[in-house]
C-alpha cells in the first residue's frame, strides 16, 4: 500500500525535522521515518474500521427499531443497511480484526460521532436508493459503500479533524490513503469470505529500500546538493530561498542521481507538486526551473545517465 507518493511525503516532512532537531542522528532520524511509514498503514486500517462501525450503529438502531415495531404491531423496517453483505465481510475480515486488537483506540470510543455519520449517510439520497432499490446482490452492497465512502468519508474535515486530534502522523496522509480504501473496496469478493486480502503495508521491499536510500542520500549529499543549487540559481540569492524549497530540491537531487530507472520528468513533476503544497504559492514555479536547469547540467556533464523528454 504505502507507494511512492506517500514515501515522498513522509521524507519532506522528516527531512525538514531532521535539520531542524539540533541533534541529528540519521539512524534515529530513519527509525523514525519507518515509523510514519508504518502509522500510514494504521490509517487505512482505521478508514476500513470506520465501515465497521457505521455498520454496527446501523446495526444497534434496527434492533431498537424492531422491538419497537413488534411491541406496537407495526411494520418491522428493512434491515437491508444493517445487513450489506460486503460491510459484515469486511467487519469477520481476519486482517482487520488482527490489527483492531492491537490498537489502543477504537471507533467505539467516538459514539456521538459515528452516530451523526450513520445520520448523514441515512439521510441522503444514495442511501434512499439503495434502500428501494430491489436488487439483492454482493455487488449493490459493496457498490453502495463505495459511493457513501466518497461522499461522507473521502473528503470530511469532521473526519479530518478527529483524525488529528489521533495521531500527529495522519495530517498530511488522508487524501492518498482514501484512494487505497476505495480501491479495497473494489477489490473485495463475496466468495473470499473472512480471508480476504487487504493491501499490504508494502507491495514489496523494493519500496522500504527506495525510501531507505532516498532518506539517506538526501542527507548524506547535502553539501554536494546544494551547491549544485547554488549554482543554478545564477541571478538569484540562494540565501534567500524559502527553507522548504531547498529542502524539496535537495531530495528531488538526490532521486535522480540515486535512481536510475526514474524518468528526469517523474522527479520533477512530483516534487514540484509537492512544492505547490508545502511551500510559497511561487515555489511550484521556480523549483520546476531550477531542477530542469540542474538535470540538463548533469546530463551534459555526464554525471546523470539519464534524458529529458522535451515538450
Given at each position: ?185 473494489k477489490r473485495f469478493d463475496e466468495k473470499n469470505g473472512d480471508k480476504q486480502d487487504l493491501l499490504p503495508e508494502y507491495d514489496s521491499e523494493e519500496e522500504r ?103
Open positions: 500500500m504505502i507507494n511512492r507518493e506517500i514515501i515522498r511525503i513522509k521524507i519532506v516532512q522528516l527531512t525538514y525535522a531532521y535539520y531542524q532537531n539540533g541533534n541529528k542522528n540519521i539512524d534515529a532520524a530513519e527509525k523514525e521515518l519507518f515509523f510514519s511509514l508504518s502509522k500510514a498503514y494504521d490509517l487505512y486500517n482505521q478508514l476500513l474500521a470506520l465501515i465497521v462501525a457505521i455498520t454496527r450503529e446501523s446495526q444497534r438502531r434496527q434492533e431498537v427499531l424492531q422491538g419497537k415495531a413488534l411491541r406496537e404491531g407495526t411494520k418491522v423496517p428493512s434491515a437491508k443497511f444493517a445487513n450489506n453483505r460486503f460491510a459484515l465481510q469486511l467487519e469477520s475480515n481476519i486482517q482487520l480484526r488482527e490489527f483492531l486488537e492491537t490498537q489502543k483506540r477504537h471507533w467505539s470510543d467516538y459514539p456521538e460521532f459515528v452516530g451523526r455519520m450513520f445520520e448523514q449517510i441515512e439521510q441522503s439520497q444514495i442511501y434512499q436508493e439503495y434502500m428501494a432499490d430491489k436488487e439483492d446482490s454482493y455487488a449493490a452492497d459493496r457498490e453502495v459503500w463505495r459511493k457513501l465512502y466518497r461522499t461522507f468519508i473521502q473528503e470530511n474535515e469532521d473526519i479530518d479533524q478527529l483524525l488529528e486530534e489521533q495521531s500527529l502522523y495522519w495530517n498530511d496522509d488522508k487524501e492518498v490513503v482514501d484512494t487505497f480504501v476505495l480501491k479495497t473496496i529500500d527506495y525510501a531507505r536510500r532516498l532518506f539517506r542520500a538526501t542527507i548524506l549529499n547535502t553539501n554536494e546538493y546544494q551547491r549544485m543549487m547554488t549554482e543554478a540559481s545564477q541571478n538569484w540569492d540562494f540565501s534567500r530561498l524559502a527553507y522548504m524549497d531547498v529542502i524539496i530540491m535537495q531530495i528531488a537531487i538526490a532521486e535522480m542521481m540515486t535512481f536510475p530507472s526514474i524518468p528526469v520528468s517523474v522527479t520533477i513533476n512530483e516534487f514540484v507538486e509537492l512544492a505547490k503544497y508545502y511551500s510559497t504559492p511561487r515555489s511550484g514555479g521556480y523549483i520546476n526551473g531550477m531542477l530542469d536547469t540542474i538535470a540538463r547540467h548533469l546530463i551534459s556533464t555526464g554525471k546523470l545517465l539519464k534524458q529529458i523528454n522535451e515538450k
